[in-house]
């Protein structure tokens, strides 16, 4: 089975400090994308970031980047100046043309003041 | 402007009983989804519609039947509840048939079967 991993279930922040969440995954796949959802206590899932996989350049949103490493099958959110409203469920997913999209278990970020 | 909409929000109800969750898109996607998200958090495609045509149908329950009346709707129907189907129901939408587009989420239905 094509699965994504998040190894780390819990993960917490000091209010502007950085953090990384880890992700890899598993793909026979060369065309894909790689995505982070985040879902506050709202439970509304948002899109965080997207990752074309034939794409060499680290995706960037304002305070969201990611470390792309496509011979490791890793795919790393780094988030800045972490923020209160940053506190929420993270999940990393995968897609690919055979429509098979996937998600990781989740990593739960809590950022303290 | 509400891209993907779910109704209910909340949906108590006793075993045995039968439901439906609504899911509306406007979004003018192709592609709709049914999730469902344990008390873990774990989130696992149930089904997936392409214009109306079924093209996902994960191993669940033959009590839950997703039923498309146009490309922008996409409901969920379970029968004869069961304990194990509480959890919360996404239902999602992307663009063009393309499975590698942006799976846009709803607000999320849970469900609470007593």
């Known amino acids: 089975a094509q699965t994504v991993t998040q190894s780390q279930p819990e993960m917490s922040v000091q209010e502007a400090e950085t953090v990384t969440l880890s992700c890899t995954y598993d793909?026979?796949?060369?065309?894909?994308?790689l995505f982070w959802y985040k879902q506050p206590p709202s439970r509304q899932m948002i899109l965080v970031i997207r990752?074309?996989?034939?794409?060499?350049q680290n995706a960037t949103e304002n305070r969201f980047s990611v470390n792309f490493q496509k011979a490791a099958k890793s795919f790393s959110l780094k988030i800045s100046d972490s923020q209160l409203g940053d506190a929420a469920m993270y999940f990393c997913?995968?897609?690919?043309?055979?429509?098979?999209?996937?998600f990781g278990p989740g990593t739960r970020l809590s950022v303290l003041p | 402007d509400t891209a993907v909409s779910q109704t209910p929000k909340y949906l108590v109800t006793q075993m045995g009983n039968d439901k439906s969750i609504k899911c509306e898109q406007n979004?003018?996607?192709?592609?709709m989804y049914w999730y469902k998200q344990d008390s873990k958090k774990f989130l696992k495609i149930m089904f997936s519609y392409n214009n109306k045509e079924l093209i996902i149908n994960e191993t669940v329950p033959n009590r839950f039947s997703p039923k498309s009346p146009d490309k922008a709707h996409l409901n969920l129907h379970i029968n004869s509840l069961e304990l194990g189907d509480s959890a919360v129901y996404f239902c999602?939408?992307?663009?063009?048939?393309?499975?590698?587009?942006?799976?846009?989420f709803g607000p999320g239905t849970r469900l609470t079967v007593l």
């Open positions: 990752q074309e996989a034939y794409k060499q």
């Open positions: 997913a995968r897609t690919d043309l055979g429509q098979n999209f996937v």
């Open positions: 999602a939408s992307s663009g063009q048939g393309n499975s590698l587009d942006t799976q846009y």
């Open positions: 793909t026979s796949e060369s065309d894909y994308y």
């Open positions: 979004l003018g996607h192709d592609t």
